[in-house]
Each structure stands twice: as structure tokens, then as C-alpha cells.
């Protein structure tokens, strides 16, 4: 069973950067898609980023063009570079792994963006 670990989350200015990383710990046979969402306080949970195993990327419309999702495979990681952070970005963030036969997500990294 795979169980992702995020890590990297924190305060952060606005404007400012961070950026999350997300490993997969367990018995790992195989990783596909991978992705990252994120859920602000009295709101549901939303898609942030994807990236399939080929290295195919797809990006919610408010975070596009600020935020890149990669991976290495060779680790079994995910990250996340955050930038240009904006307040409405604060929520915790989860990571999420398709291993072919279920869904995996990690307990959540909390970004807070204030001054």
C-alpha cells in the first residue's frame, strides 16, 4: 500500500515562494498519475495540478502560469513550485498518487500566504 508524505509547506508573504514535495513510502509497484490538491477553510476540496506518468501536465486556471508540478520517478516523488503566492492560495495541500489500482493522499502540508 503506497501513502504519500508531503512536506514544505509553511508561511509565506505574499509574492513570495515555496515549494512542496511529496514522496511515496510503502510497497510500490508502480506510480501513474500524481498530483497535488488543495482545500481552504469552509471550502471543498479543488484540483491544483496533475501530471501523468508520461510527464503530461494539467493546471487549475488559477494557478496556471505560477505554479509547476514535476516529478521524478527515480524517487517516487512530486513537487510542487509555488510562485507569485497569493493569499487565496492558503489552504492545505494534499498530495495525491494513482498507483494503477487505488488512489493514495497524504495528510495535507498547510500554505498560509499573509503579511
Known amino acids: 500500500q503506497v501513502q504519500p508524505v508531503e512536506s514544505g509547506g509553511g508561511l509565506v508573504q505574499p509574492g513570495g515562494s515555496l515549494r512542496l514535495s511529496c514522496v511515496a513510502s510503502g510497497i510500490i509497484s508502480r506510480l501513474d498519475t500524481m498530483g497535488w490538491y488543495r482545500q481552504a477553510p469552509g471550502k471543498e476540496r479543488e484540483l491544483v495540478a496533475l501530471?501523468?506518468?508520461?510527464?503530461?501536465?494539467n493546471y487549475a486556471d488559477s494557478v496556471q502560469g505560477r505554479f509547476t508540478i514535476s516529478r521524478d520517478n527515480t524517487k517516487y516523488m512530486v513537487y510542487l513550485q509555488m510562485n507569485s503566492l497569493k493569499p487565496e492560495d492558503t489552504a492545505v495541500y494534499y498530495c495525491?498518487?494513482?498507483?494503477?489500482?487505488?488512489?493514495?493522499w497524504g495528510q495535507g502540508t498547510q500554505v498560509t500566504v499573509s503579511s
Open positions: 495525491y498518487m494513482y498507483t494503477g489500482l487505488a488512489d493514495a
Open positions: 501530471i501523468t506518468s508520461t510527464g503530461y501536465t
